[in-house]
C-alpha cells in the first residue's frame, strides 16, 4: 500500500543538539514532498517543500531537508534545536494530482 | 483574520446524531480539503474540492460522510447517525491551484460523540 512513514514518534533532545527525523514513502512515480509543523495550540503550517531541482531544500527557522531519490526518503534536519522548536513535525507527499498524504508525526521535545 | 476558519471549534453529541461542519477557506484559493486526525496520528484526508467539484474522495469516507461546496466558496462537512469511533479533529485547509501542495489549515473541528 502506498504510505509515508515517519520512524520516530517521539524524540526528546537538548537545546543545541542535532536534529534529524526521518521519512520514508513508498509512493512511485512523480512525488512532491512537504514538511508540516504543528507547535503547541497552533493549526498545521508549512515549514518547507520539495518540487524539484536541488535535493537539498532550505525551510523557515533554520530547517532543511534532503530527498534522496534511491532511497524514497525526505529527512528533516536542523543543526542545532531551539526550546521554541518543541512541536510536531509530519512529512506529507503529494503523488502526482491526488491529495497530501501525511505520516503519523513525530513529537518533538527540546529541553533547556 | 483571512485564514482558513471553522465552526464550530468543538462539538459533543450522541451517538446516532448528525452532525454538521462549516469551512471557509482563504478567498483566493479554489480548493478546498477535508482532512481527520485523531490523537497520535497524522492528518487522514477524506475529500477535496476544486471550486463546487469533488474530485477526490478516501475509501474512509463512508456512506454517512458527505461533502459540499456548492458555491465553490465555503464548505460543509456532515456526519450522519455518529458513532463514537468519529471523534476526532476535522481539519479544513484550502490552496491554490498553483500551489496545490502548500496547504493552509483552519484550527479545526473538534468532534466528541458519546
Known amino acids: 500500500a502506498q504510505s509515508v512513514s515517519q520512524h520516530n514518534h517521539h524524540v526528546i533532545l537538548s537545546e543545541a543538539a542535532s536534529l534529524e527525523l526521518g521519512c520514508n514513502y513508498s509512493y512511485g512515480g512523480t512525488v512532491n514532498l512537504f514538511w508540516y509543523v504543528q507547535y503547541p495550540g497552533q493549526h498545521l503550517q508549512l515549514l518547507l517543500k520539495?518540487?524539484?531541482?536541488?535535493?537539498l531544500v532550505k525551510g523557515i527557522k533554520g530547517f532543511e531537508a534532503e530527498f534522496i531519490k534511491s532511497k524514497f526518503s525526505f529527512n528533516l534536519r536542523k543543526p542545532s534545536v531551539q526550546w521554541s522548536d518543541t512541536a510536531e513535525y509530519f512529512c506529507?507527499?503529494?503523488?502526482?494530482?491526488?491529495?497530501?498524504?501525511f505520516g503519523s508525526g513525530t513529537r518533538l521535545q527540546v529541553q533547556p | 483574520d483571512t485564514g482558513v476558519s471553522q465552526d464550530p471549534r468543538h462539538k459533543i453529541t450522541k451517538r446516532g446524531q448528525n452532525v454538521t461542519f462549516r469551512c471557509d477557506p482563504i478567498?483566493?484559493?479554489?480548493?478546498l480539503y477535508w482532512y481527520r486526525q485523531t490523537l497520535g496520528q497524522g492528518p487522514e484526508f477524506l475529500t477535496y474540492f476544486q471550486n463546487e467539484a469533488q474530485l477526490e474522495k478516501s475509501r474512509l469516507l463512508s456512506d454517512r460522510f458527505s461533502a459540499e461546496r456548492p458555491k465553490g466558496s465555503f464548505s460543509t462537512l456532515e456526519i450522519q447517525r455518529t458513532e463514537q469511533g468519529d471523534s476526532a479533529m476535522y481539519l479544513c485547509a484550502s490552496s491554490s491551484d498553483r500551489y496545490t501542495g502548500e496547504l493552509f489549515f483552519g484550527e479545526g473541528s473538534r468532534l466528541t460523540v458519546l
Open positions: 506529507a507527499v503529494k503523488p502526482g494530482r491526488r491529495a497530501l498524504t
Open positions: 520539495y518540487f524539484s531541482g536541488d535535493p
Open positions: 478567498s483566493e484559493h479554489n480548493r
